[in-house]
Protein backbone atom coordinates (compact mmCIF):
# COMPACT_ATOMS: atom_id res chain seq x y z
CA UNK A 1 0.00 0.00 0.00
CA UNK A 2 1.24 3.84 -0.83
CA UNK A 3 2.40 5.67 1.88
CA UNK A 4 0.26 8.31 0.90
CA UNK A 5 -2.99 6.00 1.40
CA UNK A 6 -2.19 4.76 4.13
CA UNK A 7 -2.09 7.92 5.82
CA UNK A 8 -5.25 9.23 4.37
CA UNK A 9 -6.38 5.68 6.40
CA UNK A 10 -4.95 7.17 9.21
CA UNK A 11 -6.35 10.19 9.36
CA UNK A 12 -10.13 9.38 8.20
CA UNK A 13 -9.63 6.83 11.06
CA UNK A 14 -8.66 9.24 14.31
CA UNK A 15 -11.29 11.79 12.40
CA UNK A 16 -14.13 9.86 12.82
CA UNK A 17 -12.68 8.56 16.31
CA UNK A 18 -13.61 12.22 17.18
CA UNK A 19 -16.82 12.96 15.29
CA UNK A 20 -17.81 9.76 17.51
CA UNK A 21 -16.76 11.74 20.46
CA UNK A 22 -18.72 15.07 19.92
CA UNK A 23 -21.82 13.26 17.93
CA UNK A 24 -23.95 12.42 21.28
CA UNK A 25 -23.12 15.80 22.72
CA UNK A 26 -24.41 17.68 19.86
CA UNK A 27 -27.14 14.67 19.89
CA UNK A 28 -28.43 15.25 23.28
CA UNK A 29 -28.30 18.82 23.09
CA UNK A 30 -30.83 18.90 19.64
CA UNK A 31 -33.14 16.27 21.71
CA UNK A 32 -33.57 19.05 24.76
CA UNK A 33 -33.50 22.03 22.90
CA UNK A 34 -36.01 20.38 20.34
CA UNK A 35 -38.06 18.98 23.05
CA UNK A 36 -37.68 21.75 25.64
CA UNK A 37 -37.38 25.46 24.35
CA UNK A 38 -40.70 25.41 23.73
CA UNK A 39 -41.09 25.45 27.71
CA UNK A 40 -38.75 27.53 29.16
CA UNK A 41 -39.88 31.01 29.08
CA UNK A 42 -40.09 33.67 31.79
CA UNK A 43 -43.51 32.27 33.29
CA UNK A 44 -41.55 28.95 33.71
CA UNK A 45 -38.20 29.96 35.30
CA UNK A 46 -40.18 32.27 37.93
CA UNK A 47 -43.04 30.49 39.06
CA UNK A 48 -43.99 28.15 41.97
CA UNK A 49 -45.13 24.92 40.53
CA UNK A 50 -48.57 24.30 40.37
CA UNK A 51 -50.95 21.42 40.20
CA UNK A 52 -48.76 18.53 41.39
CA UNK A 53 -46.19 19.63 39.40
CA UNK A 54 -47.72 18.86 36.55
CA UNK A 55 -48.35 22.83 35.69
CA UNK A 56 -46.43 26.02 36.78
CA UNK A 57 -42.59 26.29 37.24
CA UNK A 58 -39.06 25.46 38.58
CA UNK A 59 -38.40 28.71 40.22
CA UNK A 60 -37.67 26.63 43.82
CA UNK A 61 -35.57 24.36 42.08
CA UNK A 62 -33.31 26.62 40.18
CA UNK A 63 -32.90 28.64 43.18
CA UNK A 64 -32.12 25.29 45.63
CA UNK A 65 -29.39 24.87 42.88
CA UNK A 66 -27.75 28.28 43.57
CA UNK A 67 -27.89 27.98 47.31
CA UNK A 68 -26.34 24.35 47.19
CA UNK A 69 -23.61 25.47 44.44
CA UNK A 70 -22.82 28.83 45.95
CA UNK A 71 -22.55 27.56 49.49
CA UNK A 72 -20.65 24.16 48.54
CA UNK A 73 -18.19 26.59 47.04
CA UNK A 74 -17.85 28.93 50.09
CA UNK A 75 -16.44 25.48 51.97
CA UNK A 76 -14.94 23.60 49.11
CA UNK A 77 -13.16 26.41 47.48
CA UNK A 78 -10.92 27.78 50.16
CA UNK A 79 -10.14 24.11 52.07
CA UNK A 80 -9.00 22.72 48.85
CA UNK A 81 -6.98 25.93 47.38
CA UNK A 82 -5.17 25.50 51.26
CA UNK A 83 -4.63 22.00 50.88
CA UNK A 84 -3.79 22.27 47.14
CA UNK A 85 -0.91 25.18 48.63
CA UNK A 86 0.29 23.08 50.88
CA UNK A 87 0.91 20.28 49.20
CA UNK A 88 2.06 22.03 45.91
CA UNK A 89 4.58 24.32 47.89
CA UNK A 90 5.37 23.02 51.20
CA UNK A 91 5.06 19.43 51.24
CA UNK A 92 8.24 17.44 51.63
CA UNK A 93 7.92 14.71 49.71
CA UNK A 94 7.56 11.35 51.85
CA UNK A 95 5.41 9.14 52.75
CA UNK A 96 2.74 11.12 54.00
CA UNK A 97 2.30 13.38 51.12
CA UNK A 98 2.35 10.55 48.87
CA UNK A 99 -0.79 9.23 50.92
CA UNK A 100 -2.17 12.34 51.21
CA UNK A 101 -2.40 12.79 47.18
CA UNK A 102 -3.16 8.81 46.53
CA UNK A 103 -6.01 9.15 48.88
CA UNK A 104 -7.50 12.50 47.02
CA UNK A 105 -7.05 10.58 43.69
CA UNK A 106 -9.08 7.43 45.20
CA UNK A 107 -11.57 10.27 46.27
CA UNK A 108 -12.44 11.57 42.51
CA UNK A 109 -13.46 7.94 41.65
CA UNK A 110 -15.59 7.64 44.42
CA UNK A 111 -19.17 7.33 43.00
CA UNK A 112 -21.55 10.53 43.80
CA UNK A 113 -24.02 8.48 45.70
CA UNK A 114 -21.21 7.09 48.16
CA UNK A 115 -20.93 10.68 48.80
CA UNK A 116 -24.81 11.19 48.94
CA UNK A 117 -24.76 8.21 51.78
CA UNK A 118 -21.71 9.77 53.61
CA UNK A 119 -23.46 13.08 53.66
CA UNK A 120 -26.60 11.14 55.70
CA UNK A 121 -24.68 9.87 58.28
CA UNK A 122 -22.11 12.60 59.08
CA UNK A 123 -24.35 15.87 57.98
CA UNK A 124 -27.40 14.72 58.32
CA UNK A 125 -27.71 12.33 61.54
CA UNK A 126 -24.26 12.11 63.42
CA UNK A 127 -23.68 16.35 63.43
CA UNK A 128 -27.89 17.21 62.97
CA UNK A 129 -27.65 19.45 60.64
CA UNK A 130 -31.02 17.48 59.56
CA UNK A 131 -31.68 17.31 56.16
CA UNK A 132 -30.92 20.68 54.72
CA UNK A 133 -28.90 23.27 52.13
CA UNK A 134 -26.29 22.98 54.67
CA UNK A 135 -25.96 18.98 55.04
CA UNK A 136 -26.25 18.95 50.85
CA UNK A 137 -24.12 21.93 50.42
CA UNK A 138 -20.94 20.10 52.57
CA UNK A 139 -21.74 17.17 50.91
CA UNK A 140 -21.14 18.23 47.99
CA UNK A 141 -18.22 20.36 49.00
CA UNK A 142 -16.79 17.08 50.01
CA UNK A 143 -17.65 15.55 46.79
CA UNK A 144 -15.66 18.54 44.90
CA UNK A 145 -12.75 18.76 47.01
CA UNK A 146 -10.60 16.73 44.89
CA UNK A 147 -11.43 18.02 41.37
CA UNK A 148 -10.34 21.76 43.22
CA UNK A 149 -7.49 20.45 44.73
CA UNK A 150 -5.78 18.58 41.44
CA UNK A 151 -6.66 21.40 39.54
CA UNK A 152 -4.98 24.34 42.29
CA UNK A 153 -2.01 21.86 42.05
CA UNK A 154 -1.58 21.89 38.53
CA UNK A 155 -2.12 25.32 38.24
CA UNK A 156 0.22 26.14 40.95
CA UNK A 157 2.81 23.62 39.49
CA UNK A 158 2.66 25.31 36.42
CA UNK A 159 3.72 28.64 37.79
CA UNK A 160 7.81 28.58 36.95
CA UNK A 161 9.98 27.32 39.38
CA UNK A 162 12.23 30.53 38.68
CA UNK A 163 9.69 32.91 40.25
CA UNK A 164 10.05 31.03 43.87
CA UNK A 165 13.60 31.86 43.03
CA UNK A 166 13.61 35.01 42.22
CA UNK A 167 11.15 36.22 44.62
CA UNK A 168 13.49 34.20 47.36
CA UNK A 169 16.69 35.65 46.42
CA UNK A 170 14.65 39.07 46.81
CA UNK A 171 14.98 38.46 50.45
CA UNK A 172 11.21 37.61 50.78
CA UNK A 173 9.71 35.17 52.77
CA UNK A 174 8.49 31.96 51.74
CA UNK A 175 4.74 33.02 52.75
CA UNK A 176 5.41 36.33 50.60
CA UNK A 177 6.97 34.05 47.96
CA UNK A 178 3.71 32.31 47.65
CA UNK A 179 1.26 34.62 48.36
CA UNK A 180 2.90 37.26 45.10
CA UNK A 181 5.01 35.38 43.20
CA UNK A 182 3.12 32.05 42.90
CA UNK A 183 -0.85 32.73 43.46
CA UNK A 184 -1.40 35.35 40.88
CA UNK A 185 0.15 33.66 38.21
CA UNK A 186 -2.07 30.43 39.34
CA UNK A 187 -5.50 32.39 39.99
CA UNK A 188 -6.99 31.64 36.58
CA UNK A 189 -5.85 27.94 36.22
CA UNK A 190 -7.60 27.77 39.69
CA UNK A 191 -10.90 29.82 39.11
CA UNK A 192 -11.43 27.64 36.21
CA UNK A 193 -10.99 23.80 37.82
CA UNK A 194 -13.71 25.80 40.56
CA UNK A 195 -15.71 26.95 38.28
CA UNK A 196 -16.08 23.19 36.73
CA UNK A 197 -16.55 21.69 39.57
CA UNK A 198 -19.26 23.96 40.90
CA UNK A 199 -20.86 23.00 36.91
CA UNK A 200 -20.51 19.24 38.19
CA UNK A 201 -22.17 20.19 41.63
CA UNK A 202 -25.17 21.85 40.30
CA UNK A 203 -25.53 18.57 38.15
CA UNK A 204 -25.12 16.05 40.34
CA UNK A 205 -28.16 14.27 41.65
CA UNK A 206 -27.16 11.45 44.43
CA UNK A 207 -24.86 13.15 47.01
CA UNK A 208 -28.48 15.88 47.67
CA UNK A 209 -30.62 12.87 47.02
CA UNK A 210 -30.36 12.26 50.79
CA UNK A 211 -29.25 15.24 52.33
CA UNK A 212 -30.77 18.35 50.82
CA UNK A 213 -33.52 17.67 48.32
CA UNK A 214 -36.77 17.92 49.08
CA UNK A 215 -40.01 16.71 46.69
CA UNK A 216 -42.00 19.51 46.69
CA UNK A 217 -41.65 22.65 48.95
CA UNK A 218 -44.40 25.13 48.76
CA UNK A 219 -42.00 27.76 50.02
CA UNK A 220 -38.47 29.12 49.06
CA UNK A 221 -35.82 28.15 51.55
CA UNK A 222 -35.59 31.08 54.58
CA UNK A 223 -32.25 29.58 56.06
CA UNK A 224 -29.80 26.62 55.48
CA UNK A 225 -31.25 24.58 58.18
CA UNK A 226 -34.07 24.08 55.59
CA UNK A 227 -34.70 21.65 53.03
CA UNK A 228 -34.66 22.98 49.39
CA UNK A 229 -35.80 21.73 45.98
CA UNK A 230 -33.21 21.00 43.20
CA UNK A 231 -32.67 20.99 39.41
CA UNK A 232 -31.16 17.55 39.31
CA UNK A 233 -33.67 16.24 41.41
CA UNK A 234 -36.45 17.72 40.59
CA UNK A 235 -35.93 16.75 36.79
CA UNK A 236 -35.41 13.12 38.03
CA UNK A 237 -38.62 13.23 40.00
CA UNK A 238 -41.23 15.01 37.35
CA UNK A 239 -39.34 12.26 34.98
CA UNK A 240 -39.90 9.24 37.10
CA UNK A 241 -42.04 9.13 40.07
CA UNK A 242 -45.19 11.43 39.03
CA UNK A 243 -47.16 10.34 35.84
CA UNK A 244 -48.68 12.13 33.43
CA UNK A 245 -46.54 15.14 33.79
CA UNK A 246 -45.95 17.00 30.38
CA UNK A 247 -42.96 15.80 28.19
CA UNK A 248 -42.10 19.43 27.11
CA UNK A 249 -41.69 20.62 31.00
CA UNK A 250 -39.36 17.33 31.88
CA UNK A 251 -37.28 18.97 28.90
CA UNK A 252 -37.93 22.51 29.48
CA UNK A 253 -36.49 21.40 33.11
CA UNK A 254 -33.37 19.45 31.31
CA UNK A 255 -32.60 22.28 29.13
CA UNK A 256 -32.37 24.37 31.79
CA UNK A 257 -30.21 22.40 34.21
CA UNK A 258 -27.65 22.16 30.77
CA UNK A 259 -27.92 25.59 30.22
CA UNK A 260 -26.60 26.61 34.14
CA UNK A 261 -23.69 23.80 33.43
CA UNK A 262 -23.01 24.67 29.84
CA UNK A 263 -22.79 28.26 30.63
CA UNK A 264 -20.55 27.87 33.56
CA UNK A 265 -18.19 25.80 31.61
CA UNK A 266 -17.99 28.21 28.81
CA UNK A 267 -17.34 31.22 31.22
CA UNK A 268 -14.30 28.79 32.30
CA UNK A 269 -13.31 28.71 29.14
CA UNK A 270 -13.33 32.41 28.42
CA UNK A 271 -10.96 32.63 31.82
CA UNK A 272 -8.42 30.63 30.44
CA UNK A 273 -7.99 31.87 27.33
CA UNK A 274 -8.02 35.67 28.40
CA UNK A 275 -5.63 34.13 30.83
CA UNK A 276 -3.30 32.42 27.55
CA UNK A 277 -3.30 35.48 25.63
CA UNK A 278 -1.70 37.18 28.66
CA UNK A 279 0.69 34.51 29.37
CA UNK A 280 4.03 35.52 29.00
CA UNK A 281 6.26 32.42 29.98
CA UNK B 1 41.43 48.55 60.52
CA UNK B 2 38.41 46.28 59.58
CA UNK B 3 39.50 42.91 58.07
CA UNK B 4 39.01 42.92 54.15
CA UNK B 5 37.66 39.57 53.68
CA UNK B 6 33.65 40.11 53.47
CA UNK B 7 32.93 36.66 53.04
CA UNK B 8 35.27 33.66 54.31
CA UNK B 9 34.20 30.33 53.61
CA UNK B 10 35.91 27.13 55.99
CA UNK B 11 35.88 23.47 54.69
CA UNK B 12 32.58 23.86 52.72
CA UNK B 13 31.24 20.28 51.27
CA UNK B 14 28.11 19.96 49.68
CA UNK B 15 25.87 16.98 48.67
CA UNK B 16 23.05 16.51 46.55
CA UNK B 17 22.13 13.06 47.31
CA UNK B 18 25.01 11.22 46.98
CA UNK B 19 26.69 13.72 44.35
CA UNK B 20 29.48 15.73 46.08
CA UNK B 21 29.48 19.20 44.39
CA UNK B 22 31.48 21.01 46.29
CA UNK B 23 34.98 19.32 48.11
CA UNK B 24 36.76 21.09 51.12
CA UNK B 25 36.23 24.26 49.88
CA UNK B 26 38.35 27.48 51.05
CA UNK B 27 38.12 30.89 49.94
CA UNK B 28 38.00 34.35 51.37
CA UNK B 29 36.18 36.89 49.22
CA UNK B 30 37.04 40.52 49.97
CA UNK B 31 35.48 44.19 50.08
CA UNK B 32 34.36 46.01 46.85
CA UNK B 33 36.19 43.32 44.86
CA UNK B 34 34.91 41.47 41.35
CA UNK B 35 35.67 37.58 42.01
CA UNK B 36 35.45 35.40 38.83
CA UNK B 37 34.68 32.36 39.13
CA UNK B 38 35.24 29.88 36.24
CA UNK B 39 35.31 25.86 34.95
CA UNK B 40 33.59 23.84 33.20
CA UNK B 41 29.90 22.23 33.84
CA UNK B 42 29.47 20.37 36.89
CA UNK B 43 32.32 21.90 38.49
CA UNK B 44 30.58 23.38 41.48
CA UNK B 45 30.47 27.07 40.80
CA UNK B 46 26.97 27.31 40.73
CA UNK B 47 26.57 25.23 43.58
CA UNK B 48 28.86 27.53 45.34
CA UNK B 49 26.92 30.58 44.34
CA UNK B 50 24.13 29.64 45.70
CA UNK B 51 25.46 28.12 48.80
CA UNK B 52 26.24 31.97 49.63
CA UNK B 53 22.47 33.22 49.93
CA UNK B 54 21.66 29.46 50.94
CA UNK B 55 19.34 29.38 47.76
CA UNK B 56 20.81 25.72 48.08
CA UNK B 57 18.37 24.88 50.78
CA UNK B 58 15.65 24.49 48.80
CA UNK B 59 17.21 21.48 46.65
CA UNK B 60 15.99 17.79 47.98
CA UNK B 61 18.50 15.74 49.29
CA UNK B 62 21.03 18.65 49.67
CA UNK B 63 23.50 18.56 52.47
CA UNK B 64 26.79 20.78 53.47
CA UNK B 65 29.04 20.64 56.08
CA UNK B 66 31.76 23.42 56.92
CA UNK B 67 31.23 27.14 57.59
CA UNK B 68 30.27 30.08 55.28
CA UNK B 69 31.22 33.48 57.37
CA UNK B 70 29.67 36.83 56.38
CA UNK B 71 31.18 39.90 57.86
CA UNK B 72 32.53 36.76 60.02
CA UNK B 73 29.55 35.36 61.04
CA UNK B 74 27.96 32.16 60.11
CA UNK B 75 25.56 32.67 57.31
CA UNK B 76 23.53 29.35 58.98
CA UNK B 77 22.53 31.74 61.85
CA UNK B 78 21.40 34.71 59.84
CA UNK B 79 17.79 34.53 59.02
CA UNK B 80 18.02 33.10 55.12
CA UNK B 81 15.39 36.16 54.82
CA UNK B 82 17.96 38.74 55.80
CA UNK B 83 20.92 36.89 54.50
CA UNK B 84 18.99 37.17 50.73
CA UNK B 85 18.49 40.52 51.61
CA UNK B 86 22.17 41.50 52.12
CA UNK B 87 23.91 38.70 49.41
CA UNK B 88 21.58 39.56 45.89
CA UNK B 89 21.71 37.45 42.98
CA UNK B 90 21.37 37.76 39.19
CA UNK B 91 20.60 34.16 37.17
CA UNK B 92 21.40 33.28 34.15
CA UNK B 93 18.50 34.04 32.44
CA UNK B 94 16.98 37.28 32.95
CA UNK B 95 14.04 36.54 35.32
CA UNK B 96 11.74 39.61 34.99
CA UNK B 97 8.65 38.56 36.68
CA UNK B 98 6.18 39.34 34.75
CA UNK B 99 4.41 42.56 36.33
CA UNK B 100 5.04 45.89 35.33
CA UNK B 101 8.84 47.48 35.30
CA UNK B 102 7.89 49.16 38.83
CA UNK B 103 6.93 46.47 40.32
CA UNK B 104 9.56 44.09 39.65
CA UNK B 105 12.04 46.67 41.28
CA UNK B 106 9.52 47.81 43.97
CA UNK B 107 8.97 44.36 44.80
CA UNK B 108 12.16 43.61 47.25
CA UNK B 109 11.22 46.62 48.88
CA UNK B 110 7.64 46.17 49.39
CA UNK B 111 8.14 42.76 51.12
CA UNK B 112 10.46 44.38 53.75
CA UNK B 113 7.58 46.83 54.18
CA UNK B 114 8.21 50.01 52.56
CA UNK B 115 4.98 51.69 51.10
CA UNK B 116 5.86 55.10 50.87
CA UNK B 117 5.38 56.05 47.42
CA UNK B 118 7.77 58.87 46.59
CA UNK B 119 10.20 56.38 48.33
CA UNK B 120 9.77 53.39 46.25
CA UNK B 121 9.73 56.03 43.63
CA UNK B 122 13.34 56.92 44.34
CA UNK B 123 14.39 53.33 44.56
CA UNK B 124 12.87 53.01 41.40
CA UNK B 125 14.60 55.47 39.99
CA UNK B 126 18.00 55.68 41.29
CA UNK B 127 18.37 51.46 41.00
CA UNK B 128 17.46 51.86 37.31
CA UNK B 129 20.30 54.75 36.67
CA UNK B 130 22.53 52.50 38.42
CA UNK B 131 22.19 49.84 35.65
CA UNK B 132 21.98 52.34 32.92
CA UNK B 133 18.51 51.50 31.86
CA UNK B 134 16.62 54.64 33.08
CA UNK B 135 16.93 56.42 30.16
CA UNK B 136 15.36 53.55 27.70
CA UNK B 137 12.61 52.99 30.13
CA UNK B 138 11.47 55.96 31.91
CA UNK B 139 8.43 56.77 30.20
CA UNK B 140 6.74 52.87 30.86
CA UNK B 141 7.65 52.11 33.96
CA UNK B 142 3.77 50.81 34.32
CA UNK B 143 4.44 48.30 31.19
CA UNK B 144 5.21 44.84 31.56
CA UNK B 145 8.30 43.88 32.25
CA UNK B 146 8.45 41.05 29.60
CA UNK B 147 8.35 43.16 27.01
CA UNK B 148 11.81 44.63 27.08
CA UNK B 149 14.46 42.57 25.39
CA UNK B 150 16.97 40.04 27.13
CA UNK B 151 19.54 42.22 27.59
CA UNK B 152 17.33 45.51 29.05
CA UNK B 153 15.28 42.47 31.10
CA UNK B 154 19.09 41.09 32.40
CA UNK B 155 19.55 45.20 33.49
CA UNK B 156 16.11 45.37 35.18
CA UNK B 157 17.55 42.42 37.38
CA UNK B 158 20.32 43.99 38.34
CA UNK B 159 18.14 47.08 39.51
CA UNK B 160 15.70 44.62 41.40
CA UNK B 161 18.74 43.45 43.05
CA UNK B 162 19.91 46.72 44.06
CA UNK B 163 16.80 47.62 45.37
CA UNK B 164 17.12 45.43 48.13
CA UNK B 165 20.59 47.72 48.77
CA UNK B 166 22.41 44.13 49.06
CA UNK B 167 25.91 44.16 50.46
CA UNK B 168 27.20 41.27 48.51
CA UNK B 169 25.30 40.68 45.06
CA UNK B 170 26.15 37.29 43.03
CA UNK B 171 26.02 36.87 39.15
CA UNK B 172 25.46 33.26 37.82
CA UNK B 173 26.26 33.28 34.33
CA UNK B 174 24.34 36.82 34.00
CA UNK B 175 25.22 37.21 30.07
CA UNK B 176 24.98 33.54 28.66
CA UNK B 177 22.00 34.66 26.76
CA UNK B 178 22.67 38.00 25.71
CA UNK B 179 24.63 39.80 22.74
CA UNK B 180 27.69 41.82 22.82
CA UNK B 181 26.36 45.10 23.22
CA UNK B 182 24.16 43.86 26.31
CA UNK B 183 26.91 42.05 27.66
CA UNK B 184 28.94 45.15 27.52
CA UNK B 185 26.44 47.15 29.08
CA UNK B 186 25.65 44.41 31.94
CA UNK B 187 29.73 44.56 32.83
CA UNK B 188 29.87 47.98 32.79
CA UNK B 189 27.29 48.26 34.97
CA UNK B 190 28.99 46.21 37.04
CA UNK B 191 32.30 47.64 37.58
CA UNK B 192 30.55 50.70 38.60
CA UNK B 193 28.93 48.29 41.31
CA UNK B 194 31.59 47.04 42.97
CA UNK B 195 32.82 50.40 44.43
CA UNK B 196 29.84 50.41 46.66
CA UNK B 197 29.44 46.16 46.80
CA UNK B 198 31.12 42.67 47.27
CA UNK B 199 30.65 41.10 43.37
CA UNK B 200 31.08 37.19 42.91
CA UNK B 201 30.59 36.58 39.52
CA UNK B 202 30.26 32.89 37.75
CA UNK B 203 30.59 32.73 33.92
CA UNK B 204 31.67 30.24 31.65
CA UNK B 205 33.07 32.86 29.46
CA UNK B 206 36.78 33.39 30.68
CA UNK B 207 37.06 36.20 28.73
CA UNK B 208 34.59 38.15 30.48
CA UNK B 209 36.20 36.95 33.68
CA UNK B 210 39.25 38.30 32.61
CA UNK B 211 37.88 41.70 31.22
CA UNK B 212 36.22 42.58 34.78
CA UNK B 213 37.16 40.55 37.79
CA UNK B 214 39.53 41.77 39.94
CA UNK B 215 40.62 38.51 41.21
CA UNK B 216 39.85 34.98 38.88
CA UNK B 217 38.93 31.29 40.68
CA UNK B 218 39.22 28.32 39.14
CA UNK B 219 36.99 25.23 39.88
CA UNK B 220 37.26 21.99 38.45
CA UNK B 221 35.31 18.75 39.45
CA UNK B 222 34.21 20.77 42.55
CA UNK B 223 37.90 21.64 43.33
CA UNK B 224 39.38 25.05 43.68
CA UNK B 225 42.30 24.28 41.62
CA UNK B 226 43.76 27.91 42.11
CA UNK B 227 43.00 31.45 43.35
CA UNK B 228 44.84 34.70 42.18
CA UNK B 229 44.71 37.94 40.56
CA UNK B 230 43.20 38.06 37.15
CA UNK B 231 46.10 39.06 35.40
CA UNK B 232 48.13 36.35 37.26
CA UNK B 233 45.83 33.77 36.21
CA UNK B 234 45.30 34.49 32.78
CA UNK B 235 49.09 34.75 31.89
CA UNK B 236 50.96 32.89 34.24
CA UNK B 237 48.47 30.50 36.27
CA UNK B 238 50.36 28.06 38.31
CA UNK B 239 48.52 24.58 37.86
CA UNK B 240 48.41 22.87 34.60
CA UNK B 241 44.80 22.14 34.55
CA UNK B 242 44.25 26.28 34.63
CA UNK B 243 46.33 26.72 31.37
CA UNK B 244 44.85 23.76 29.84
CA UNK B 245 41.03 25.16 30.67
CA UNK B 246 41.30 29.40 29.28
CA UNK B 247 43.55 28.26 26.99
CA UNK B 248 40.70 25.91 25.85
CA UNK B 249 42.09 22.39 25.71
CA UNK B 250 39.27 21.31 27.83
CA UNK B 251 35.88 22.41 29.45
Known sequence: ?281 | MVSPNKIVIKELNIWFGKIRALKNLNIAIFKNEILGVIGPANSGKTSFLRQLNRLNDLEANYQATGEVLLDGKDIQAINPELLRKRVGMIFALPQALPISIYDNIAYGPRMYGIKDKNRLDNIVEDTLKDSFLWDEVKDRLAESATKLSGGQQQRLCISRTLAQYPEVILFDEPCSGLDPISTAKVEESMLKLKEKHTIILVTNNTKQAARVSDRTAFFLTGELVEIDATEKIFTAPSDKRTEGYISGKFG
Open chain 1, 1 to 281: MKTTTKQKIAFSTLFVCTVIVVLPVLFVLAMILKNGAGAVNWEFLSSMPKDNMKAGGIYPAIIGTIYLVSLSTLFSLPIGLFAAIYLNEYAKENMLTRLIRLAIVNLSGVSSVVYGLFGLALFVTFLKFGVSILSGALTLAIMNLPVIITASVEALASVPYSFREVSLSLGASKRQTVRHSVLPFAVPGILTGAILSLARAAGETAPILFTVAAFYLPNLPHSIFDQAMALPYHLYIISTQIPGIPQEMRYGTALVLVGIVFSMNIFAVIIRSKFRKKKKW
